[in-house]
């Protein structure tokens, strides 16, 4: 904790504050992104585990935002229709949460900014990761565990979510909720799971609460341009910000 209270204390939460506002406007966007482009903005100048504890607060809140967009009813239908993606998923979250302090940092960098690299490239090359045509309950409850599991060691749970919903072509207005209802239970079960952890504590959760406003003031922007331009234009520019996110968490994983 040495970190916030350090001679740099200021820069860094400063630096917090700026990487949560571009986290928030991307997720306002296209639904996803904010705990990948956090933890990788945060994680180049602190711990991976602290970096995981400031997440968890702006990602519950924002999450709840887009959930209920649309209002509580239509937020209560996504959650039955993907309840087994969300079962499994938190089982899986649940139990991977209680292993991050003993997976070593540079392998936990490694382990999420693959993915994200490898599943960013193959967008931006037209190559989205999807489900087969008609997929079912089996093939929901496989990419609700790697969800979870990603989710429970980094707060990442984005890319196997996306592929989920792209595979049966849902509309965007219900994407953007799907998306807020599936990560928004998710980062209730992220909250349980890091108090139980001890990553997320007397010492670590204010620097979470001081994310908050910076994040949902992003969101609020990330909406506005979601309500008025091209949307596919947002999600390359998206894919392109993960991408270079991805890869400075594979770098760091690597060379430190």
């Not at 602290?50 to 959930?67: V, Y």
């Amino acid at each position: 904790m040495e970190t916030l209270f350090g001679a740099d204390a200021l820069w860094i939460l400063s630096f917090g504050c700026l990487i949560a506002i571009l986290a928030g406007t991307v997720k306002g966007v296209v639904g996803f992104g904010m705990p990948m482009l956090l933890i990788s903005g945060l994680s180049t100048v602190m711990p991976p585990d602290l970096a995981l504890a400031g997440l968890i607060m702006p990602t519950l809140l924002t999450n709840g935002w887009q959930a209920l967009r649309q209002g509580f009813s239509a937020a209560w239908e996504s959650v039955r229709k993907y309840r087994v993606f969300l079962l499994v998923g938190l089982v899986f979250l649940l139990g991977s949460a209680q292993v991050v302090r003993a997976v070593p940092s540079q392998a936990l960098l490694l382990g999420i900014g693959a993915p994200i690299v490898l599943y960013a490239l193959a967008s931006l090359l037209g190559y989205p990761l999807r489900l087969p045509a008609g997929a079912g309950a089996r093939a929901e409850a496989a990419i609700g565990a790697v969800a979870g599991f990603f989710g429970g060691i980094s707060g990442v749970w984005g890319p196997p979510t996306v592929a989920m919903l792209s595979s049966r072509d849902t509309e965007k207005t219900e994407q953007m909720r799907v998306q807020g209802v599936i990560y928004g239970l998710g980062a209730v079960a992220l909250v349980v799971a890091h108090v139980t952890s001890g990553v997320l504590n007397r010492e670590t959760a204010p620097f979470s609460m001081i994310l908050i406003a910076p994040a949902m003031a992003g969101m609020w922007i990330g909406f506005r341009i979601q309500d008025r331009l091209d949307q596919v234009t947002f999600r390359r520019l998206t894919f392109l910000v993960l991408l270079l996110a991805g890869a400075n968490l594979v770098r760091r994983g690597l060379w430190g």
